[in-house]
């Protein structure tokens, strides 16, 4: 009697983070999953940090160096094409430049302002590549997809939320930035005033520790979503491969979902970095003017 998988810890294995990076046909050509070294553990008095590398850390890695190559290459096609003179950019180079200019003036400079905005721009612009990339390398046999951990989209968070308050205590000064967080209505007095301050006071805090974590939660939640679902719908061959009448008519089905569910990925991969960086724009514009 065949035995029915465990689809559960199959999936789980599949989308959480390892030691260990699949090799391509590997299980077909009987090699083992590359090993990543362990035990890189920093330790801080009592507090140990395990730096080891991980699946998501490399393919992190990876990303960064195809955003690297990306702007390198299309930089230096568009500078021989203007000594060139052959008017508007062509292929590669027109792409990214369309691309960059599209965040640099429509996401950071319209949010954040035009006094602004174009020193943000830098910033916007490699959050925007470097997530992009990580949703693409997810939908690549036997790739990763970094953003599908809330540790990655976390600390993507956190950056975004540094940039945020610093920017915005350089912009307002002290004074200015305090009343980001002490607010008192306008137009109150007396009592009231003081009753409403106690009262918004923790409210702008939450508020400002709740705005990155919406960019966390949405991007990791996004990700690691379509991974589950194509997990599962793949899962439904294994579940049912002991029904003999219906076995290549369900096969045929979750594929056909399964390749639907890549194109809604490959879609979702570009909306979702275009999201952090618009709101991450955004945020950064609502701190730049005290009122």
């Known amino acids: 009697m065949m035995q029915t998988p465990d689809i559960g810890r199959m999936i789980l294995e599949r989308t959480g983070d390892a030691h260990e990076i699949e090799v391509p046909f590997g299980d077909l050509l009987g090699i083992h999953p590359l090993q990543l070294p362990t035990g890189w553990v920093v330790h801080f008095g009592r507090t140990a940090i395990d730096l080891s590398p991980t699946r998501n850390v490399v393919f992190m890695i990876v990303a960064a160096a195809l955003v690297w190559v990306t702007l390198f290459f299309a930089g230096r096609a568009l500078n021989r094409q203007r000594e060139e003179g052959s008017g508007a ?160 008519l369900i096969a045929g089905g979750s594929v056909a979902f399964v390749l639907f569910m890549m194109a809604i990925e490959l879609l979702v991969a570009f909306i979702q970095a275009y999201v952090f960086a618009l709101l991450t724009s955004t945020f950064i514009g609502l701190l730049q003017h005290e009122h």
């Open 89 to 248: 950019p062509r292929g590669l180079a027109n792409m990214v430049e369309a691309v960059v200019l599209f965040i640099r003036n429509d996401v950071a400079i319209a949010s954040i302002g035009h006094k602004n905005g174009a020193k943000f721009a830098p910033y916007i612009l490699t959050l925007f590549w470097f997530i992009l990339y990580c949703n693409l390398l997810g939908l690549i046999p036997y790739g990763e997809k970094p953003t599908g951990s809330f540790m990655v989209t976390g600390a993507l968070a956190l950056t975004a939320l540094v940039t945020i308050e610093v920017s915005g205590f350089l912009t307002l000064g002290p004074k200015g930035y305090i009343r980001t967080i002490v607010f008192t209505p306008p137009g109150t007095t007396g009592i009231t005033a003081v009753l409403l301050t106690l009262v918004m006071t923790p409210i702008e805090i939450i508020g400002k520790m709740v705005k990155p974590f919406a960019l966390m939660l949405r991007l990791f939640a996004n990700m690691a979503a379509g991974h589950f679902v194509m997990l599962s719908l793949l899962a439904l061959i294994f579940l049912f491969g002991n029904i003999h009448y219906f076995r290549w």
